[in-house]
Nanobody, 122 residues
């Protein structure tokens, strides 16, 4: 059984930065794709970023391109989301997802973490 635990969320001022982490256990981490989604109150879950098993390929949602960076450390079974130049509209619960491939991750097919709250204030 796969377990994903997110951390690093919190309260930050607009323009600031945060780094989210997602630690995985229970499955061979280095052969799977990983990603991040977010969900704000009253809105649908939104794709944020995804990364291939090797880390060579990364993908981003339009709203975060140029500001967020996804990376992974297979030795630590951890994926990261570095968030810079945060905006009020980045406020959401951020979820980590693990899947067999990037297309499946982007289709929200995989195992999910419990989420971590990110709040951006003015």
């Amino acid at each position: 059984q796969v377990q994903l635990v997110e951390s690093g969320g919190g309260l930050v001022q607009a323009g600031g930065s945060l780094r989210l982490s997602c630690a995985a256990s229970g499955r061979t981490f280095s052969t799977v794709a990983m990603g991040w989604f977010r969900q704000a109150p009253g809105l649908e879950r939104e794709f944020v970023a995804a990364i291939s098993w090797s880390g060579d390929s990364t993908y981003y949602g339009d709203s975060v391109k140029g500001r967020f960076t996804i990376s992974r450390d297979n030795a630590k079974n951890t994926v990261y989301l570095q968030m810079n130049s945060l905006k009020l509209e980045d406020t959401a619960v951020y979820y980590c997802i693990l899947g067999s491939s990037v297309p499946l991750v982007r289709s929200q097919l995989g195992s999910w973490g419990q989420g971590t709250q990110v709040t951006v204030s003015s």
